[in-house]
């Protein structure tokens, strides 16, 4: 059931539904992207699905901030989750404690995260997550590597926002994961500091699908690749936007099936 509170959905709708579902396991998606509406009118809607949260499969919510601090309860079933704030969230104060949130759902595998999602404020359960999609900033999604050991699918919409130029702490190696889309929030392969410096960090030994802008890649983009996957071979690499010819890489990696889509004539050639 996909309940969208901005069309004006009756409360007494949605109780009625749960209510002749039965025992059924759920998928619900609540949300309310105008930013408007008061979480305390969104908050009854919310209270009447967390009644059920122990026969959720799959939720999708976007809701104001204090209406995701009141999610509790075991949810023994969920498997998929996508979730954020509808509204940017202000940076909390040092003092303020981070928000854990369905620590309980102990089968859930498969996140997706809203624009306005910040690993350093909510957390989540990542060690159990195995694939996992989202828009965010370089510093933001190191963070959730460093705590995703189980990830096997990661693709990520970085921002196109220059950060300031920090080393990252290490990442440990992500040893389960086999797919990387490392894309930009405009779409475009505008060159960045801090996503060479994001791949530089990781190691992905059991990589078999890497699909990027070479940009990404730093100077050395075959070395780059190599790094990423020190043992074995990828089996597709998806190269946006590259200056560096097909041939290359595939002289490189005689093992790996590659498609390299290269820029406009007169950006040059490897």
Not at 96 to 123: C, G, Q, V, W
Not at 216 to 233: E, K, N
């Amino acid at each position: 059931m996909r309940l969208d509170v901005e069309a004006h959905v009756p409360l007494r709708s949605l109780e009625s539904w749960l209510q002749r579902s039965g025992d059924c396991p759920l998928s619900i998606a609540l949300s309310c992207l105008d930013t408007r509406v008061p979480s305390s009118s969104l908050q009854p809607f919310l209270d009447a699905i967390l009644h059920h949260a122990s026969r959720l499969r799959s939720l999708e919510i976007c809701l104001p901030l204090d209406n995701l601090r009141s999610i509790k309860g075991s949810m023994p079933l969920l498997r998929s989750l996508t979730m954020g704030p509808n509204d940017e969230l202000i940076d909390p104060a040092p003092s303020e404690p981070r928000l854990h949130l369905f620590t309980d759902a102990l089968r859930m595998e498969s996140l997706i995260l809203f624009t306005f999602f910040n690993p350093f404020y909510i957390t989540l359960p990542w060690s159990q997550i195995t694939s996992l999609t989202a828009s965010l900033y370089v510093h933001e999604a190191a963070e959730i590597m460093r705590n995703a050991a189980a990830l096997e699918i990661l693709i990520i919409i970085v921002y196109n926002v220059d950060e300031l130029n920090l080393p990252l702490a290490p990442i440990p190696p992500l040893s389960s994961l086999h797919t990387l889309i490392l894309k930009t929030s405009s779409g475009g392969a505008e060159e960045s500091t801090g996503i060479p410096a994001l791949l530089d960090a990781l190691s992905l030994p059991a990589l078999l699908f890497l699909n990027t802008y070479e940009c990404f890649l730093g100077g050395d983009p075959v070395t780059a690749i190599s790094a990423l996957r020190p043992t074995g071979c990828l089996l597709r690499v998806h190269i946006l936007a590259a200056s560096t010819s097909q041939g290359v890489y595939e002289k490189a990696f005689p093992n790996t099936r590659f498609v390299v889509e290269e820029v406009e004539e007169g950006r040059g050639g490897g």
